[in-house]
């Protein structure tokens, strides 16, 4: 996946909208981030993956899912593009949207 057809996807989701945050491209839920681009142009934040799930993920797949030292305590693991499918990373984030989404809305 690319990070221009993750761009045309997430671009149709209700009041999701292109930002900017860090310097790189993200997008952005009624302005609290949804996700954003690393500097390598690869690697995509994915937020609310806590500790447990995201040692499981990388162990799983060590080739899609990664996180860096500077994120060790935070709940987010790095998923690279290049080796991801429409799905896997459209799911992951849908669950960081539904999060961000107001109560009532999320609920329709």
């Keep these: 996946m690319t990070f221009a057809e993750l761009s045309k996807i997430l671009l149709t989701w209700p009041l999701v909208e292109a930002s900017t945050s860090y310097g790189t491209p993200s997008?952005?839920?009624k302005g609290k981030l949804l996700t954003r681009l690393r500097e390598d142009g690869d690697s995509l934040l994915i937020k609310g993956v806590e500790p447990d799930e995201?040692?499981?993920?990388?162990?799983?797949?060590?080739?899609l899912y990664y996180f860096t030292d500077h994120y060790r305590d935070?709940?987010?693991v790095l998923i690279r593009l290049s080796r991801a499918?429409?799905?896997t990373v459209t799911s992951m984030l849908d669950r960081t949207y539904q999060s961000l989404l107001p109560k009532r809305r999320a609920k329709t």
Excluded at 54 to 63: G, I, K, Q, S, V
């Design 27 to 29: 997008f952005k839920v």
């Design 54 to 63: 995201r040692a499981m993920l990388c162990e799983a797949f060590p080739d």
């Design 74 to 76: 935070y709940p987010l």
């Design 85 to 87: 499918d429409a799905a």
